[in-house]
T-cell receptor, first 114, second 113 residues
Framework: ETGVTQSPTHLIKTRGQQVTLRCSSQ?????VSWYQQALGQGPQFIFQ???????GRGNFPPRFSGLQFPNYSSELNVNALELDDSALYLC?????????????FGPGTRLTVT | AQTVTQSQPEMSVQEAETVTLSCTYD???????LFWYKQPPSRQMILVIR??????QNATENRFSVNFQKAAKSFSLKISDSQLGDTAMYFC??????????FGSGTKLNVKP
């Protein structure tokens, strides 16, 4: 167990709708990253939040947005859903203590857009 | 921009045998970190092993070891004494100095009894 949780586990939405995905970590670390993993592909970096501010963004349009809260939980919001947004969305946190720099991933949310 | 390439989409190995998964990357940075992650069918991404680029010694974690060739930008994973529980997707990942991670497309490993 990585101590990172995500909700919901699965989600089905219709094209054009909006969706909010959630992430939290037991340790409440101040850095969280979000990734999109299409079927059969590796995770693609969406963005990262550090102390409630966006701190790096991948090649994703503005309709992908996020929030990080004072308790360091996080949300990923996607507006105007498209069919290609169907994917597994992973949250990762906690650049390791002791200078190890790895990330720990949550179990993901499977989003299906119809 | 950083890129990570895994050229083996799928591999098979007999239980108890040894298998090596390949990974190459491209970067202009000198200090960085490399990782191998395992993603079983249950889909939870699990860290297997890490390597700091400034360390010449190859990392080892029990049955897992890496062959890190910095000049060649190569980072392969060797799994010794393969077990059925090793069956999973394996992703090579690169962490840049901004804590941004880049992943390869993955290698599906099947361990056969």
């Amino acid at each position: 167990e990585t101590g990172v949780t995500q909700s919901p586990t699965h989600l089905i939405k219709t094209r054009g709708q909006q969706v909010t995905l959630r992430c939290s970590s037991q340790s409440g670390h101040n850095t969280v990253s979000w990734y999109q993993q299409a079927l059969g592909q590796g995770p693609q970096f969406i963005f990262q939040y550090y102390r409630e501010e966006e701190n790096g963004r991948g090649n994703f349009p503005p309709r992908f947005s996020g929030l990080q809260f004072p308790n360091y939980s996080s949300e990923l919001n996607v507006n105007a859903l498209e069919l290609d947004d169907s994917a597994l969305y992973l949250c990762a946190c906690c650049p390791g203590t002791g200078g190890t720099y790895e990330q720990y991933f949550g179990p993901g949310t499977r989003l299906t857009v119809t | 921009a950083q890129t990570v390439t895994q050229s083996q989409p799928e591999m098979s190995v007999q239980e108890a045998e040894t298998v090596t998964l390949s990974c190459t990357y491209d970067t202009s940075e000198n200090n960085y970190y490399l990782f191998w992650y395992k993603q079983p069918p249950s889909r939870q991404m699990i860290l297997v092993i890490r390597q700091e680029a400034y360390k010449q010694q190859n990392a080892t974690e029990n049955r897992f070891s890496v062959n890190f060739q910095k000049a060649a930008k190569s980072f392969s994973l060797k799994i010794s004494d393969s077990q059925l529980g090793d069956t999973a997707m394996y992703f090579c990942a690169f962490r840049d100095n901004f804590n941004k991670f880049y992943f390869g497309s993955g290698t599906k490993l099947n361990v056969k009894p």
